[in-house]
């Protein structure tokens, strides 16, 4: 579905300066507003393995790869003028913080639940390869590993390969589990006996959802958790698409990225639309005031 606030941004005049030299020109008087000439995408399909991943399929996890690690599975190495420039941008620095500030608040939550001796049950919706996963479980104690499992689903068979065969290559495959599905699916709903979740990551999914779908989502995901499961779920602000509208100009207005932001209020209403407690919302900024907003929420 056509973003409406993706809309909004290509009617916007942004600068793209003489610095940005790594874009000719001509391209770079083009994406200030006349982004739609063909000239512009042709450029940075020829310029760019991370535009050339988007426009193939937005949301991928392997373009998230390029941007946490510089390179992905296939072998693509982020190297040149344009991807570096989004690479270093405000929101790739957002998205490698991303990763750093849920992983370490997931670790310190999953630790104080197995000290209580508990076996402990993650359920990582949209794992990818389990970047997640495997950052999260560095900041986990080797001896309290035997008393969790952490479950991946993806419908994406080759990200899910990629996770099992780093999970064998560090000894993690008695840990994680990966599983082909897609969990929005209602043929995939589990069913009153099979073993729930205690804990929930659902990371990259609701920043392409409007917020009709996002509640969607929310409800549909809850019979994967036992009642009273917490889930940790970060989403887009307005404030990425405002404070670095030139790199959403070329991922979402030239490459078509339906990406949809929300503002605070919006993402409180989504959990609270969908019957969630919401604990604390907080930033992959120390500041506060970061691109995304992370949700802690409780199943009721
Ligand atoms: C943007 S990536 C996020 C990957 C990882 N969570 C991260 O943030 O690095 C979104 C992932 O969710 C998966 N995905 C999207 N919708 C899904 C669904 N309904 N069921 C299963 N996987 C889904 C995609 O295949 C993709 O690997």
Same mark, same amino acid.
């Given at each position: 579905m056509m973003s409406a606030k993706v809309e909004a941004l290509g009617k916007k005049i942004i600068h793209f300066g003489e610095e940005m030299d790594f874009f000719p020109e001509r391209i770079r008087q083009l994406l200030? &507003?006349?982004?739609?000439? $063909?000239e512009v995408l042709d450029f940075l399909l020829a310029a760019s393995e991370i535009c050339r991943i988007l426009v193939k399929s937005p949301a991928d996890f392997e373009m998230l790869e390029l941007v946490y690690f510089?390179? &992905? $599975?296939?072998?693509?190495?982020? &190297?040149?003028g344009v991807d570096k420039w989004l690479a270093a941008s405000l929101s790739g620095q957002a998205l490698r913080d991303r990763l750093r500030v849920v992983s370490a608040w997931t670790a310190e939550h999953v630790m104080a639940a197995l000290k209580e001796g508990q076996h402990f049950t993650v359920l990582d919706l949209g794992a990818g390869p389990a970047p997640y996963a495997f950052e999260t479980l560095q900041g986990i104690a080797p001896q309290a590993l035997k008393d969790l499992k952490w479950k991946c689903v993806d419908i994406d068979a080759f990200a899910l390969a990629e996770g099992a065969k780093r999970a064998r290559q560090q000894g993690l495959d008695g840990v994680l589990e990966f599983k082909r599905m897609d969990?929005? &699916?209602?043929?995939?709903a589990p069913d009153s006996d099979d073993t729930k979740a205690d804990f929930g990551l659902l990371v990259?999914?609701?920043?392409?959802?409007t917020p009709e779908e996002a509640v969607s989502c929310l409800i549909k995901i809850k019979p994967f958790f036992r009642s009273g499961a917490e889930l940790i779920v970060p989403t887009l602000l307005n404030r990425a698409f405002e404070e670095d509208a030139r790199v959403f100009r070329v991922l979402c207005n030239v490459l078509g990225w339906q990406l949809k932001p929300k503002s605070l209020d919006e993402v409180r209403e989504v959990f609270v639309s969908a019957d969630y407690h919401v604990n604390s919302i907080f930033s992959e900024r120390a500041d506060g005031n970061g691109q995304y907003a992370i949700v802690h929420a409780t199943i009721v």
């Open positions: 200030e &507003s006349d982004w739609t000439n $063909p510089g390179c &992905s $599975p296939r072998g693509n190495v982020a &190297s040149n969990f929005l &699916s209602l043929r995939n990259g999914i609701l920043c392409g959802m």
